[in-house]
């Protein structure tokens, strides 16, 4: 075969480029520690790896959701922890007060601290997160949903008011799982069942409680019956408080949980994107000695027959 | 007397020898060179009594070592190579740029909905709203910086195709002054072939052919015609045609081929017929991968806009207000073509269903006889109907048509790029924390009094937007005895009464849908109201969280995330499939090259061989002179 001395240049050349991209490549992997530099070397992959990285990141966010559902909780419950201590030193006062061997005088002292447990209570009912804002109000954060003082109650009749409403709000913690971060007033305060088919809150029991000690015409049977009623309205009262309780410690067991799923998932996903994306160093450096063992041999090579010519003996 | 001329023969040859072999030294690396050789013959004999006699020798011809079929070949080839290099050249760009992970639109994407889940945590929270506005901030700027790149890119296109048509002129220009010169040549050369100038005009051809493929005819005087497209003539004999880059009369932003015909006119080259070469090679990655991807990540900026708004319409703001629109979107101008002959002008705006229905193709609507057509560029799928807007809702393409005013022409057409400008128009409507609505208009409450078991949900606003001029009115379910059914009272809902309740089932009025659980008693009121002073719902904003892994677009087969993802790998297969067929190509180039070269190439070590071949012709011609110089010199002694 006739071989020209043009293509004997080009072919050397042609060849140590080719090899010398190869090597470029490779060195490029390795430095970036990627297997896939741009989506031309997987485009496959390349796709996969972005959906991969958004469910990582809508997991991370989940997580994130779970931290702050979980703080908003847990403030919630020791509030509540707070007032289901506070009602049952109140049922303690009622029974205390309830004894008939007291003087009207001497029960003074149950309604001088149930004064103080009401207003102490309206506190809790009243009482705002670490950004101002207040907890049992449903979604009308913004101002304090309880009002109206004891005398009040016990002096104009009727119960508190309660300014804000049922809302509820909820928070993402799962592609599918939407969680309640907050409990409006009416249902921890309120509606409580007085035992006759209607309902009031537990602040108007205990100024009921309140304005019978205080009665001094109230005695004998007729403070009695009082007395027994406003104990199964606080009763009541107190379960409400720790039915919300329990639904907060099992909405925090669930996040819990779901915060486990989470972490598991967010190890698979970070695997995954691995194996997606990121180089068999072992694989790549063999690779890369081989090419230069290559390279080394096609220079050599080219530089060796390139010096042969004829006129090196005319 | 007969041996002198015979020696200076043989010197004279031996010396056209070492001529040509230097000729093939020198040019040895010399492009398109093809090597020379001698074709050398005996002179006629002269008869004698003792037969013929030799009389020496002479150069019939320098020969050029050339193969029509292999040169062919390397062009052939060569104008795919050129096309592939020039198209990988284009979309690398586009792979690199989709490259790096951190810098594509993915991560903005997730930023933003993180965004939107830190106000449903904190939605009364301003920080956590302003947090929410930096990243759509954010995301709008990669969009922006996405499509800015391609538009550069776009802009690098439309250059290039003016230069290489510059280039293919030149090409032309001189191709014709060859055909000139050769033809010259022959006539005054005798019939000798000006091998020197057929390479010269071989390789101008090889050249041009780089930039776009051509077909050649060779004629008898020796010419050569050249041809692109289809057969339209770039050079016939020493007439040569002029190209010109235009603006294309459908699509001015479009810098297209068009040729001269004379007297200034210029007509467009129709893309399909520019093949090869690297003209070729620009214009299909215009036509296929620039389009495209650009149109994609419009789609994908669009969507997100249009689905972000319609629920933020629905919802209501830190103030109380209703939402407004999150994001602003630029809707797709219509372009009249140059060529329209009517008055008509056309405007569009993005359907109702814009996110799901909207293609990444761009569309032809145009008019003939009372009908007009759209066309889908991408597959040429078709719809005619007698209006413009007719013709939009019946392909439902996510744009509807109108004609704002004139008369169209028989023959007019217009283009419509709805997604084209998505990804660069799109924009952060609000900059007011504040705006952002996080909360739904309305909320729902039970009565405290209820004694039942009935429990109301916190209800939906309807889509789509606008919402229900009563959604805030005020309206009571009140339970009748026994509380099988409800009467419902509040303006706006017609006051039915008597519905029957089943437990968890839709109820909807005022474009609010609510459910009743559990088992209301009779007398039990729920209420659905304003949500006054609401400031701590996040409804709202969690609907907009759900958006971001929702399958919204693509006929509801696709999330913003996914249709990103399917660019990338579309680019990412387009790359890789231009590299492996350029690869293929460029090895056929190098194949056909080699058997060119192996016939044509010059072989250094042979020319050195030839060298001492003619070197010692000459030497030994020289000897014969000199012999028989010597024996004349021996006759005269005799006589001396």
């Given at each position: 075969?006739?071989?020209?001395?043009?293509?004997?240049?080009?072919?050397g050349?042609?060849s140590?480029n080719?090899?010398?991209?190869?090597?470029v490549?490779l060195q490029?992997?390795?430095?970036?520690?990627?297997r896939?530099?741009?989506?031309?070397d997987d485009?496959?992959?390349?796709a996969?790896v972005?959906?991969?990285q958004?469910?990582a990141d809508v997991?991370?966010?989940f997580?994130?959701?779970?931290d702050?559902?979980?703080s908003t909780?847990?403030?919630?419950?020791?509030?509540l922890?707070?007032a289901?201590?506070l009602l049952?030193?109140?049922?303690e006062l009622?029974?205390?007060?309830?004894?008939?061997?007291?003087t009207?005088?001497?029960?003074?002292?149950a309604?001088?601290?149930?004064?103080?447990?009401?207003n102490q209570l309206?506190?809790?009912?009243?009482s705002?997160d670490g950004t101002?804002?207040?907890?049992?109000a449903?979604?009308?954060?913004?101002?304090?949903?309880f009002s109206r003082?004891?005398?009040?109650?016990?002096?104009?009749g009727g119960?508190?008011?309660y300014?804000g409403?049922?809302?509820q709000?909820?928070l993402?913690?799962?592609?599918?799982?939407?969680?309640?971060v907050a409990?409006?007033?009416?249902?921890?305060?309120?509606g409580?069942d007085?035992?006759?088919?209607?309902?009031?809150?537990?602040?108007k029991?205990?100024?009921?409680l309140?304005?019978a000690i205080?009665d001094p015409?109230?005695?004998?049977?007729?403070?009695?019956?009082d007395v027994a009623a406003a104990l199964g309205?606080?009763n009541r009262g107190l379960?409400?408080?720790?039915?919300?309780?329990?639904?907060?410690?099992?909405?925090?067991?669930e996040?819990?949980?779901?915060?486990t799923t989470?972490?598991d998932?967010?190890v698979?996903?970070?695997?995954a994107?691995s194996?997606?994306?990121?180089?068999?160093?072992a694989k790549?450096?063999?690779?890369?000695?081989r090419?230069?063992?290559?390279?080394?041999?096609?220079?050599k090579?080219?530089?060796q027959t390139?010096q042969?010519?004829?006129f090196n003996?005319? | 007397?007969?041996?002198?001329s015979?020696?200076?023969?043989?010197?004279t040859?031996?010396n056209?020898?070492?001529a040509?072999?230097?000729h093939?030294?020198?040019?040895?690396?010399?492009a398109g060179?093809?090597r020379?050789v001698?074709v050398?013959?005996?002179?006629?004999?002269?008869?004698t009594?003792a037969?013929?006699?030799?009389?020496?020798?002479?150069?019939?011809?320098?020969r050029r070592?050339?193969?029509?079929?292999?040169s062919?070949?390397?062009?052939?080839?060569?104008?795919?190579?050129s096309?592939?290099?020039?198209?990988?050249g284009q979309?690398?760009q586009?792979d690199?740029?989709?490259?790096?992970?951190?810098?594509?639109?993915?991560?903005?994407l997730?930023?933003?909905f993180?965004?939107?889940?830190q106000?449903?945590?904190?939605?009364?929270s301003?920080?956590?709203?302003?947090?929410?506005l930096?990243?759509?901030?954010?995301?709008?700027a990669?969009?922006?910086?996405?499509?800015?790149?391609?538009t550069?890119?776009r802009?690098?296109?439309?250059?290039?195709?003016m230069?290489?048509?510059a280039?293919?002129n030149s090409?032309?220009g001189q191709?014709?002054e060859?055909?000139?010169a050769i033809?010259?040549?022959?006539?005054?050369?005798?019939?000798q072939?000006?091998?020197?100038?057929?390479?010269?005009r071989?390789?101008l051809i090889?050249?041009?052919?780089?930039s776009?493929?051509?077909?050649t005819?060779e004629?008898?005087?020796?010419s050569i015609?050249?041809f692109?497209?289809s057969?339209?003539?770039l050079?016939?004999?020493?007439?040569r045609?002029?190209?010109?880059?235009?603006?294309?009369a459908?699509?001015?932003q479009?810098?297209?081929?068009g040729?001269?015909?004379?007297?200034g006119?210029?007509i467009?080259f129709?893309?399909s017929?520019?093949?090869?070469?690297?003209?070729g090679?620009?214009?299909?990655?215009?036509?296929?991968?620039?389009d495209?991807?650009?149109?994609?990540?419009g789609?994908?900026?669009?969507?997100?806009a249009?689905?972000?708004?319609d629920?933020?319409?629905?919802?209501?703001?830190?103030t109380?207000a209703?939402?407004g629109a999150?994001?602003?979107?630029?809707?797709?101008v219509?372009v009249p073509?140059?060529?329209n002959?009517g008055?008509?002008?056309?405007?569009a705006?993005f359907?109702?269903t814009?996110?799901?229905?909207?293609?990444?193709?761009d569309?032809?609507?145009s008019?003939?006889?009372g009908?007009y057509?759209?066309?889908?560029?991408?597959?040429?799928?078709?719809?005619?109907a007698?209006?413009?807007?007719?013709?939009a809702?019946?392909?439902?393409?996510g744009?509807?048509?109108?004609l704002?005013?004139?008369?169209p022409?028989?023959?007019d057409?217009?283009?419509?790029?709805?997604?084209?400008t998505?990804?660069?128009g799109?924009a952060?409507?609000i900059?007011?924390?504040r705006?952002?609505?996080?909360?739904a208009?309305?909320?729902?409450?039970k009565?405290?009094?209820?004694?039942?078991?009935?429990?109301i949900?916190?209800?939906?606003v309807?889509?789509?937007?606008?919402p229900?001029?009563?959604?805030q009115?005020?309206v009571t379910?009140t339970?009748n005895?026994?509380?099988?059914?409800?009467?419902?009272s509040?303006?706006?809902?017609?006051?039915p009464?008597n519905?029957?309740?089943t437990?968890?089932q839709?109820i909807?009025?005022n474009?609010?849908t609510?459910?009743?659980?559990?088992?209301?008693?009779a007398?039990d009121i729920?209420t659905?109201e304003a949500?006054n002073?609401?400031?701590?719902?996040?409804?709202?904003?969690?609907?907009?969280?759900?958006?971001?892994?929702?399958s919204t677009m693509?006929?509801?087969?696709?999330?913003?995330?996914s249709?990103?993802?399917q660019?990338?790998?579309e680019v990412?297969n387009?790359?890789?499939?231009?590299?492996?067929?350029g690869?293929?190509?460029?090895?056929?180039v190098?194949?056909?090259?080699?058997?060119r070269e192996?016939?044509?190439?010059?072989n250094?070590?042979?020319?050195?061989?030839?060298?001492?071949?003619y070197?010692?012709?000459?030497q030994?011609?020289?000897?014969?002179?000199?012999?028989?110089?010597s024996?004349?010199?021996d006759l005269l002694?005799?006589?001396?």
């Amino acid at each position: 075969m006739r071989i020209s001395t043009n293509m004997q240049f080009d072919s050397g050349v042609a060849s140590m480029n080719r090899q010398l991209s190869t090597l470029v490549h490779l060195q490029q992997q390795i430095a970036s520690g990627r297997r896939i530099l741009t989506p031309a070397d997987d485009p496959v992959a390349a796709a996969r790896v972005l959906e991969v990285q958004q469910a990582a990141d809508v997991m991370a966010q989940f997580r994130v959701n779970h931290d702050n559902a979980r703080s908003t909780l847990e403030l919630e419950e020791t509030q509540l922890d707070s007032a289901s201590e506070l009602l049952i030193r109140a049922k303690e006062l009622a029974i205390t007060a309830s004894n008939g061997t007291l003087t009207f005088a001497q029960r003074q002292a149950a309604a001088t601290e149930l004064r103080a447990r009401y207003n102490q209570l309206m506190g809790i009912a009243n009482s705002a997160d670490g950004t101002g804002q207040f907890m049992f109000a449903g979604y009308q954060s913004a101002s304090p949903p309880f009002s109206r003082t004891i005398d009040d109650l016990i002096t104009n009749g009727g119960d508190v008011n309660y300014a804000g409403d049922d809302g509820q709000r909820r928070l993402q913690v799962s592609a599918t799982r939407y969680i309640e971060v907050a409990d409006p007033g009416t249902g921890v305060f309120m509606g409580i069942d007085d035992g006759t088919g209607g309902s009031q809150s537990i602040f108007k029991t205990i100024a009921d409680l309140v304005g019978a000690i205080e009665d001094p015409g109230n005695t004998g049977a007729a403070f009695s019956a009082d007395v027994a009623a406003a104990l199964g309205n606080i009763n009541r009262g107190l379960d409400d408080v720790l039915r919300v309780r329990a639904a907060i410690g099992s909405r925090l067991n669930e996040i819990d949980s779901l915060s486990t799923t989470a972490d598991d998932m967010a190890v698979q996903y970070e695997q995954a994107l691995s194996t997606l994306r990121d180089l068999d160093y072992a694989k790549a450096t063999s690779d890369l000695e081989r090419t230069l063992a290559g390279l080394e041999a096609a220079q050599k090579s080219f530089a060796q027959t390139s010096q042969l010519s004829l006129f090196n003996y005319l | 007397m007969s041996t002198l001329s015979i020696g200076i023969s043989g010197l004279t040859a031996a010396n056209i020898g070492l001529a040509t072999t230097s000729h093939n030294i020198a040019n040895a690396s010399t492009a398109g060179y093809n090597r020379q050789v001698l074709v050398q013959g005996t002179n006629l004999p002269v008869l004698t009594g003792a037969g013929f006699i030799g009389q020496g020798t002479h150069v019939e011809t320098v020969r050029r070592v050339y193969d029509q079929f292999l040169s062919r070949q390397v062009l052939s080839a060569q104008a795919s190579a050129s096309a592939m290099d020039s198209y990988l050249g284009q979309i690398r760009q586009i792979d690199n740029l989709l490259a790096d992970a951190s810098s594509g639109v993915s991560p903005a994407l997730s930023a933003f909905f993180a965004g939107v889940q830190q106000v449903t945590a904190y939605p009364t929270s301003i920080p956590a709203r302003q947090a929410m506005l930096s990243a759509s901030e954010s995301l709008v700027a990669r969009f922006q910086a996405l499509d800015q790149r391609l538009t550069e890119i776009r802009d690098g296109v439309n250059s290039q195709v003016m230069s290489e048509v510059a280039l293919i002129n030149s090409y032309a220009g001189q191709i014709a002054e060859l055909n000139q010169a050769i033809l010259l040549s022959r006539t005054g050369g005798l019939g000798q072939e000006p091998n020197d100038l057929l390479d010269q005009r071989d390789q101008l051809i090889a050249e041009l052919n780089k930039s776009v493929r051509v077909s050649t005819v060779e004629q008898n005087d020796g010419s050569i015609n050249v041809f692109i497209g289809s057969g339209q003539p770039l050079v016939v004999g020493n007439q040569r045609y002029t190209l010109k880059a235009i603006e294309s009369a459908e699509n001015p932003q479009r810098i297209v081929v068009g040729l001269e015909t004379g007297g200034g006119n210029v007509i467009e080259f129709p893309e399909s017929q520019i093949v090869g070469g690297t003209l070729g090679g620009l214009v299909a990655f215009r036509g296929e991968s620039l389009d495209n991807a650009q149109n994609a990540l419009g789609r994908v900026a669009i969507a997100l806009a249009l689905n972000v708004n319609d629920q933020h319409r629905l919802g209501m703001d830190l103030t109380g207000a209703l939402g407004g629109a999150y994001f602003s979107v630029a809707a797709p101008v219509p372009v009249p073509n140059d060529d329209n002959g009517g008055t008509a002008s056309i405007g569009a705006s993005f359907s109702a269903t814009a996110a799901s229905d909207l293609t990444a193709s761009d569309y032809r609507l145009s008019y003939a006889a009372g009908t007009y057509t759209l066309t889908r560029l991408s597959d040429n799928a078709n719809w005619t109907a007698g209006s413009a807007a007719a013709v939009a809702t019946a392909a439902a393409q996510g744009f509807d048509l109108t004609l704002n005013a004139g008369v169209p022409a028989n023959g007019d057409s217009f283009l419509i790029q709805p997604t084209r400008t998505g990804a660069q128009g799109i924009a952060v409507a609000i900059s007011d924390p504040r705006a952002i609505a996080a909360a739904a208009p309305m909320r729902t409450a039970k009565t405290l009094a209820n004694t039942g078991t009935g429990t109301i949900s916190a209800g939906n606003v309807d889509a789509p937007p606008p919402p229900n001029a009563n959604l805030q009115q005020t309206v009571t379910i009140t339970f009748n005895n026994p509380p099988t059914t409800f009467n419902v009272s509040g303006t706006g809902t017609g006051n039915p009464v008597n519905v029957p309740f089943t437990a968890g089932q839709d109820i909807q009025y005022n474009g609010w849908t609510i459910q009743i659980s559990g088992a209301p008693a009779a007398g039990d009121i729920f209420t659905i109201e304003a949500n006054n002073a609401g400031v701590a719902d996040n409804r709202n904003a969690i609907l907009l969280a759900a958006l971001q892994t929702a399958s919204t677009m693509a006929g509801g087969t696709a999330s913003y995330q996914s249709a990103y993802s399917q660019i990338v790998s579309e680019v990412g297969n387009k790359t890789r499939q231009v590299e492996t067929i350029g690869e293929a190509q460029t090895n056929l180039v190098t194949q056909a090259t080699a058997e060119r070269e192996q016939m044509s190439g010059v072989n250094l070590d042979e020319e050195a061989a030839n060298l001492l071949r003619y070197q010692q012709a000459y030497q030994a011609s020289a000897k014969v002179i000199q012999i028989a110089g010597s024996l004349f010199d021996d006759l005269l002694a005799i006589f001396g």
